[in-house]
């Protein structure tokens, strides 16, 4: 029984917090658009049979987002946008965390603290404070100025330049983190043993650093990719008009357009899309201790 109750609690807050909310979007996306609150007609009922339930599906709101060139090319760009973003993540982070893993022990709970400083602080004032450094009289164009190095201020605001600052910055520590949990569970012996048998360091780091650290850099690459492909904060204040990402035109779509229906294809469209990281990323996390054993 005890058993029962540990395993049946996750799968009931899973039921309650995501199954329900998805059938529910899932069924305003089989529905009709109108004019009325909520701004859409119900067509699915489960009082007339199984028969009566089928005839009545309605996937007209699907079959739009297949002709509509927009949305489309969202999910493209927001997918494009993700993976450069991830990809600049794994680029500082891997020798912040090298960097941490390498560090003295007596330091490395301070370096950690650090890394997940920013958590400290709302999200939202966060971005809000790349508004203010990237804007053309900011912090940013002020000190390069300053510097030298440029005569007129760049123009970095409302731009993708600034998402994938705002991304990067904002998705940083959640690669940083696993990346040095494998690190830091490195045996120096092995590294050790490869330049006694001949290797540089630097072959030493990318023959046996590198490879043993795979699983931190996949888990890192996936919790960021993942969030970020559904972004729509960072896109919507610091990128421009000619940023386009799912997030936004979700957002669009139920708050400008009231098209509640077409919104629901949207984010049904958009979760089946990240399940298959999502689903990759457990597989890779049930290989990591079978690797280990």
Known sequence: MRRFVLIAL?????????????AIVLKIALSDTAVAIPPYTPVLGG????????RQLDFENFVWL?????????????????????????????????????????????????????????????????????????FL?????????????????????AVYIGI???????????????????????????????CSRLQAFWLVTVPLSRNGIVAGCFLVFIPA???????????GSGTLMIGKVLWEEFFSNRDWPVASAVAVVLLLILVVPIVLFQRNQQKQPEAEH
């Open 10 to 22: 996750p799968y009931l807050w899973l039921l309650l917090l995501f199954l329900v909310p998805f």
């Open 229 to 239: 492909l559904g972004e729509f904060v960072i896109p919507s204040l610091l990128g």
């Open 168 to 198: 990067v910055y904002t998705y940083l520590p959640f690669m940083i983190l696993p990346v040095y949990a494998a690190l830091d569970r490195l045996d120096d012996s092995l590294i050790e043993a490869a330049e006694d048998l001949g």
């Open 47 to 54: 009082g007339d049979g199984i028969g009566a339930f089928l």
């Open 141 to 161: 164009n002020q000190a390069l100025i300053w510097i030298g190095v440029i005569n007129e201020p760049l123009t970095i605001l409302n731009t993708n330049t």
């Open 66 to 138: 297949t002709e509509d060139d927009l949305y489309w090319k969202a999910y493209l760009s927001s997918a494009r946008i993700a993976a450069v973003s991830t990809g600049l993540t794994l680029l500082l982070g891997y020798p912040i965390a090298y960097g941490m893993a390498r560090a003295p022990e007596e330091w490395r709970p301070t370096l950690m603290m650090l890394v997940i400083l920013p958590f400290w602080t709302s999200f939202l004032i966060r971005v809000y404070a790349w508004m203010g450094i990237l804007s053309t009289e900011g």
